[in-house]
């Protein structure tokens, strides 16, 4: 029988982070469940975060007037993308799931006394934060870089018919504000919102079932104990994660292509005396599905 695999997408710069500890953890659990799992150490790698000519080796067809999409979709056809490009795209191909480990918050909105933001990314017993509410210029460089037109998606592949609809993804990380400040009344706002244009705009996009995202809390901000809690439910978490339902997502097929992908009339038609919106994005006007971008089933 042969093992399911695990791609392990991680960006931090220190070894001694919490976050390191929760992707050792997934690393052991996993493992141990008899799946084959690789990691992608970003940092350690210096991956290249930006998306240039230079990741296509020999010439490009249009240099006066050079287009990332498609130059590098020729590219990946015709086997010159560079390397670093070719390996990553190789551990996605093999992979059944993929977990990005990122890091969406740079800014610290923390009202606790002592404030201890510097210590996300020093303490040794910290996560690193999010970057501005995304991810950091390193994962999305790997995201632009990897994720190549052709490779990961067309016009045709994309969404609930992409090409990665067989694979699993989620995002794992950590925040620098406790998790009321991430609610609809939170001063950083409902945090299905931060995640809609990742979950959506790229991992779903590209075709993946997403996996609700694994959020630690504001671990800098908790006793020790809290943080071992929080690993341990993580570790736990893991034991099921490649058997749960994904987040809930409009097919690609609800939507007219030649009235310029517009939700159909029939399927507004159904929806239209529900209490709530069909996802955060297609919202159609109503309140926001509680929870779209954070559970399953809702």
């Known amino acids: 029988m042969v093992s399911k695999k695990v791609l392990i997408v991680y960006a931090h710069q220190s ?19 008899g799946y084959a799992v690789e990691v992608s150490d970003l940092y350690a790698m210096t991956f290249k975060a930006t998306a240039t000519a230079e990741d296509i080796t020999g010439k490009v ?50 009202f606790a006394k002592p404030c201890l933001c510097y210590e ?5 017993t910290s996560q690193f934060p999010m970057y501005w509410f995304t991810v950091p210029a390193i994962m999305k460089g790997w995201m632009d870089r990897v994720l190549t037109l052709g490779f990961a998606f067309t016009h045709e592949k994309r969404y609930s018919q992409g090409f990665f609809q067989d694979k699993k993804a989620m995002l794992s990380f950590t925040t620098g504000s406790q998790e009321s400040m991430f609610s609809a009344n939170g001063i950083n706002g409902d945090m ?8 959506n705009g790229i991992l779903h996009y590209c075709g993946f079932q997403v996996l609700a995202p694994q959020i630690f809390w504001a671990p800098s ?16 978490r893991m034991q099921g994660l490649l058997g749960e339902n994904p987040l809930a997502f409009t097919p690609l097929d609800c939507f007219d292509g030649e009235k310029g992908y517009q939700l159909k009339p029939e399927v507004h038609e159904q929806h239209a005396a529900k209490e709530f919106g069909l996802t955060v994005g297609i919202h159609l006007g109503k309140a926001l599905p509680p929870n779209n971008q954070m559970k399953a089933g809702v």
């Open 61 to 110: 067809k249009n240099a006066d007037h050079f287009c990332y999409g498609e130059e590098t979709k020729l590219a990946w056809e015709a086997g010159k993308l560079t390397a670093d490009i070719s390996e990553e795209q190789r551990k996605l191909t093999e992979a059944d799931l993929v977990i990005f480990q990122v890091e969406p918050e740079l800014v610290c909105f923390c």
């Open 192 to 199: 299905n919102v931060t995640l809609w244009p990742l979950q």
């Open 15 to 33: 070894s001694g982070s919490f976050n390191s500890a929760a992707k050792d953890a997934a690393v052991e659990v996993l493992t141990a469940k």
């Open 221 to 236: 901000h908790v006793p020790s104990e809290a943080r071992g809690t929080m690993l341990e439910g993580w570790r736990t």
């Open 120 to 124: 996300l990314t020093l303490s040794p």
